[in-house]
């Protein structure tokens, strides 16, 4: 069975960083493409970044420059290091391997 742990989620003010972390297990990590979604309150979850099996990565429009996804294949692990976050980026933030998916890290920006 895989399972995907978010990890790495909290309150930061406007123009600050955060790191969201997310380990795999029971499945060939290093093969998988990750992603990483965020869903705002009220709205479906979006694509922001993902990361294929070779490491090759590919943002939306929203969150490129500001953010960057990156995997750790011996540890199972992938990133996302989220910088110059903004208001509109508070949300359940979710990793996904499909078809499988965490169960989301809560990310609040103040402003």
């Known amino acids: 069975q895989v399972q995907l742990v978010e990890s790495g989620g909290g309150l930061v003010q406007a123009g600050g960083s955060l790191r969201l972390s997310c380990v795999v297990s029971?499945?060939?990590?290093?093969?998988?493409?990750m992603a990483w979604y965020h869903q705002a309150p009220g709205n479906p979850r979006d694509l922001i970044a993902l990361i294929t099996g070779s490491g090759t990565a590919r943002y939306a429009d929203t969150v490129r420059g500001r953010f960057t996804i990156s995997r750790d294949n011996a540890k199972n692990l992938v990133y996302l290091q989220m910088n110059a976050l903004r208001p509109e980026d508070t949300g359940v933030y979710y990793c996904?391997?499909?078809?499988?998916w965490g169960s989301g890290t809560q990310v609040t920006v103040s402003s």
């Open positions: 029971g499945s060939v990590f290093s093969i998988r493409t």
């Open positions: 996904q391997s499909p078809p499988y």
